[in-house]
């Protein structure tokens, strides 16, 4: 079956521009996570969801940064003024059912290039 | 409190040896430990997992151990294979905290 999707699977922007990155969560998955993959470092959380609520959104680094979800599928994740340091890529998870403890399905990342 | 520790950062092993990566945790509240292994251009993918009721699961080539007193917990790759060569990343807790990766490569 389909995986966990996401695009752009690149995107190169100027700074101060307005992105968006768009995640698609395998079917069937309420639960669906942001993550932000610095290079060389960890995976940094960004925001969870459940179906379309947002119960915690504590590692979204900035009010530039926000994030919805519709229909509890797809969601967006948006970042305004984009700065140099937004660089990374952005990772989208889901899982089966709410809460935390359920395997992450990772999906392959857009990678976002602040110049 | 809420730091996971992984080392090595990088690791080079030989085909066949055994490769071992690290994670201490801070938080005591913690009760869920995967491993992540992420291949260039995708996302990580769970490898296995364990709880800390157990000291040790183990998954075909793969161990984790667990030391709750020692708030440690580490992956073991036995009989390392070229195609094994990754970057692998421990968590810990519900809400997952991620260790900052260790790239394994095994040389043939």
């Known amino acids: 079956g389909a995986g966990v999707s996401q695009s752009p699977s690149n995107k190169v922007t100027e700074k101060g521009k307005d992105v968006e990155l768009r995640c698609d969560p395998i079917?069937?998955?309420?639960?669906l996570y942001w993550y932000r993959q610095s290079l060389g470092q960890g995976l940094e959380f960004l925001i969870y969801?459940?179906?379309?609520?947002?119960?915690?959104k504590s590692g979204l680094p900035s009010d530039r940064f926000s994030a919805e979800r519709t229909g509890g599928s797809v969601s967006t994740l948006t970042i305004q003024r984009t700065q140099q340091e937004d660089s990374a890529v952005y990772l989208c998870?889901?899982?089966?059912?709410?809460?935390?403890?359920?395997?992450?399905?990772f999906g392959p990342g857009t990678r976002l290039t602040v110049l | 409190q809420q730091q996971v520790k992984q080392s090595p950062q990088s690791l080079i092993v030989q085909k066949g040896g055994i490769s071992i990566i690290n994670c201490a945790y801070e938080?005591?509240?913690?009760?869920?430990f995967p491993w992540y292994q992420q291949f260039p251009g995708k996302g990580p993918a769970l490898l296995i997992a364990?709880?800390?009721?157990?000291s040790e699961k183990k998954e075909g080539r793969f161990t984790i151990s667990f030391n709750k007193s020692a708030k440690q917990f580490s992956l073991h790759i036995m009989d390392s294979q070229p195609g094994d060569s990754a970057t692998y990343f421990c968590?810990?807790?519900?809400?997952?905290?991620f260790g900052q990766g260790t790239e394994l490569s095994v040389k043939p």
């Open positions: 998870a889901s899982s089966h059912d709410r809460g935390f403890y359920n395997e992450q399905f």
């Open positions: 079917s069937g998955h309420t639960a």
């Open positions: 969801f459940q179906g379309n609520s947002a119960p915690d």
């Open positions: 938080n005591t509240a913690f009760d869920y």
């Open positions: 364990i709880r800390p009721d157990v």
């Open positions: 968590a810990a807790g519900g809400k997952l905290i």
